[in-house]
């Protein structure tokens, strides 16, 4: 039987540390029109973007996106796509939460997480990439993940035993690897509305990830690790350094 699958964009115009994010240019196409345009390269899927007000609605029809207006003083992202998919009022099987600050995101790598989410029995699968810059080991802006690995889940895949700003697991080794996560994660459609009726979590709360709320509630996160690295945009700094990768790569 063929699954329904909703890929959402959580979109929001407040920022703190970037004003307008959604917004921005970035050479020539606005942040939310990047990360849209890439979401709709991936095949047999609906695509939405979940916003909070006119001005990125106004974007969206721009476009030509499909959206829903949705409160702004919600929480999280998370959230948002649930308060989305109630209004959207449609059955979706899984339910892709694909932030809205990743404007290189590749669509290969939200075809990976589908997959594996189609292929395992899991609440929520995220990707995670082996980080190659030492720097971002202890950077506490790089979430890291601890991975317990087992074929049964298929290659590079494993279970998210904790996710930390700190560096985990803890090596005396340098040449051990350590995993950064990417901001994608694909629900089961009754593991979303599960995970928004929980109580943000003491370790949620502690890390500041609110990933740790379904794993202190016994949830499964399947990890599965792809050798693309997309640039979340959350500084000026990060903006700077998208552009230019769009300029140098043709746009």
């Known amino acids: 039987m063929l699954k329904k699958v909703a890929i959402i964009i959580p979109s929001r115009l407040a920022s703190t540390r970037l004003a307008n994010k959604p917004l921005v240019d970035i050479a020539g196409k606005s942040m939310i029109e990047r990360v849209y345009l890439q979401a709709k390269k991936v095949e047999g899927v609906e695509v ?24 702004p003083n919600l929480p999280s992202g998370t959230d ?18 694909l932030q809205g600050d990743l404007p290189n995101i590749s669509p290969d790598i939200i075809k990976e997480a589908i997959k594996t989410a189609l292929e395992n029995d899991a609440d929520i699968v995220t990707l995670a990439c082996k980080i190659k810059d030492l720097q971002e080991i202890s950077n506490p802006n790089i979430v890291k993940i601890a991975i317990s690995f087992d074929k049964k889940f ?12 700190s ?43 609110e990933q740790l709320r379904a794993l202190e509630s ?11 690295n997309p640039l979340s945009v959350d500084t000026a700094e ?8 769009f300029i140098n790569n043709g746009n």
């Open 48 to 71: 939405f973007i979940a916003l909070d007000g006119q001005e990125i609605a106004s974007e969206a029809k721009r476009i030509g996106a499909q959206y829903v207006i949705t409160d």
């Open 80 to 97: 948002r796509i649930n308060a989305a998919i109630q209004i959207i009022n449609k059955n979706f099987d899984l339910i892709v939460n």
């Open 154 to 165: 298929g290659v590079d895949c494993g279970k998210a035993l904790y996710f930390s700003r």
């Open 167 to 209: 560096a985990i697991p803890y090596s005396k080794n340098s040449e051990q690897e350590y995993f950064h996560h990417i901001g994608l994660y694909v629900y089961k459609s009754s593991s979303l509305k599960k995970f928004v009726n929980l109580e943000p979590s003491p370790l949620e709360k502690r890390e500041s990830l």
């Open 218 to 228: 016994n949830m499964s996160i399947l990890v599965k690790i792809v050798n693309e």
């Open 238 to 245: 990060d903006l700077e350094k998208v552009k230019e990768l």
